[in-house]
């Protein structure tokens, strides 16, 4: 399974029903794009994070190196 993407939560339709009654529509709005919001957040928290983290290894990488010297 593909997880969605803020661009995918964006883009979402959702269609109406004829034969039973459906969704508030500008609820479900209003929730995909809260949904799209935290998606966003904790896409960017999650590459700052990686970031932090590659920086760090390297860091550490690096004074076991000059120890070994």
């Given at each position: ?21 459906g ?47």
């Amino acid at each position: 399974m593909r997880l969605l993407t803020p661009h995918d939560v964006h883009t979402a339709t959702l269609d109406t029903t004829r034969f039973r009654t459906g969704y508030d529509c500008d609820q479900v709005d209003r929730l995909l794009d809260q949904c799209e919001t935290t998606i966003r957040i904790l896409a960017q928290t999650l590459k700052a994070t990686s970031i932090q983290l590659r920086d760090m290894v390297d860091q550490h990488n690096n004074a076991r190196t000059k120890e070994s010297k």
